[in-house]
């Protein structure tokens, strides 16, 4: 398993940012599919899930509203479309897949929001 995302970086408060993970290793379309992310000395939490066929997804209470995950199938990628950022999005966000109990994880984008 190959997660390798990108597309972070500086913004300021109120813009957006638009994360991509590239999948690998794996039958992507089979698998839902999710984006964490971390804070240094806070555990790591869950930002976005979509299942396998774009069906349902979910987002954490902090990120409602403004945050929008996606995937292409074909291409395996999944994406987050960061809106309306605010300073306390700053993280490093990983993009994760749990599979027959394990959960694999990329190296992380950080995302810098400045005010």
């Known amino acids: 398993v190959q997660l390798v995302e990108s597309g972070g970086g500086l913004v300021q408060a109120g813009g957006s940012l638009r994360l991509s993970c590239a999948a690998s290793?794996?039958?992507?379309?089979?698998?839902?599919m999710s984006w964490y992310r971390q804070v240094p000395g806070k555990e790591r939490e869950m930002v976005a899930s979509i299942l396998r066929d774009s069906s349902s997804k979910t987002y954490g209470d902090p990120v409602k509203g403004r945050f929008a995950i996606s995937r292409d199938n074909a291409r395996e990628e999944v994406y987050l479309q960061m809106n309306s950022l605010k300073v306390e999005d700053t993280a490093v966000y990983y993009c994760?897949?749990?599979?027959?109990?394990?959960?694999?994880w990329g190296e992380g984008t950080q995302v810098t929001v400045s005010s």
């Open positions: 290793g794996f039958a992507f379309s089979h698998h839902a």
């Open positions: 994760n897949l749990q599979w027959m109990g394990e959960f694999y």
